[in-house]
């Protein structure tokens, strides 16, 4: 069980919903937050991309059964212009939509594809210093034999900002290892006001995309530009690593699942049993069963197979073990 926190306080979440996977995904998201955090008194803010030059279909949440049973829940779709990102790279659909969120009040961020398995008003939320998911692997850089390491790669980004570099590092890890220096997995980010976060969100990332710094001219940027500017962003507005809330998201609180064959393969039976619980009514049930991963992984019962497959108390340590397991078992959907 998660410790005990403060007083809980005022915030609003936010998601995007888009058409396809994540139209379903988000009604998915406010089942389980209306079902384990019944006593949230903010707003559940269901950011969404309108049509326009970046977007060669309608992004918009479709079908409208969807769009009435978010209503149903208590869910504001929230519209937004992407005048930077759209089509060609969706993650700066999280940087783009912070701008049209209540100035000035507190927020949490969350992407759709996560569960919320406890009491989202028990996480000690400080927005003053935000924070961001640590459930991450060292994603980026890929460092090369003679190229720059970690300590030259993100000290450029810091320098090209006028950031401090060295109050970033976590001097309990090595020189050169990756977790050192500050990254973070955008699932989910909290701050005290959504354009000020947004305003250097967007900022940065646009900088590191059309005039990197020289030691990164050579690393992938998609689709880790996010990411890569998160931590800046967070440094900036002075947040960090530590923080109270990763004893609750990711933990007891939130489930960043991802895709469906992978919740059911490696994430506790009490998440199964949250997904499980919040798909069973009836009227939640007939609208989800249009999206094809969950109508097969839960309605029918694939999920359950996928569970055999594996030993929970000896889990393949690669994720990519993992999804190879399920795909030669014919169970793979997304």
Known sequence: MAPKAAAPQNFNIAIVGQAGRLSYEALLFAASLRHNSPGFAGRLLVAEPQPGPLWPK????EPEDVRAALADMGAEIVPFESRHFGHTYPYGNKIEMLSALPKGEPFVFFDTDTLITGDIMSVPFDFDRPSASMRREGTWPTIELYGPGYAETWKS????FGLDFASSL???????????YLYFNAGFFFGNCPHAFGELFL??????????????VCQTLDP???QIALPLVIHALGGGRDSAVHDYLDGP???????????YARESAAVIDVLETVTAPNKVKKVLKGYEPIKRMVYQGRGEKVRALFDQNDMPRR???IRNRIKSNGFWLR
């Open 253 to 263: 609180v939130s489930c960043h699942y991802r895709l469906f064959p992978m919740l």
């Open 319 to 321: 994720e990519q073990a």
């Open 58 to 61: 309608d992004p918009r949440i």
């Open 157 to 160: 980004l810091y320098d090209a």
């Open 224 to 226: 880790w530009l996010d």
């Open 203 to 216: 900022k940065y990332a646009l900088q590191i995309l059309n005039d990197p710094p020289e030691a990164i």
């Open 170 to 180: 976590d001097l309990s890890d090595p020189d050169e290892y990756w977790a050192r």
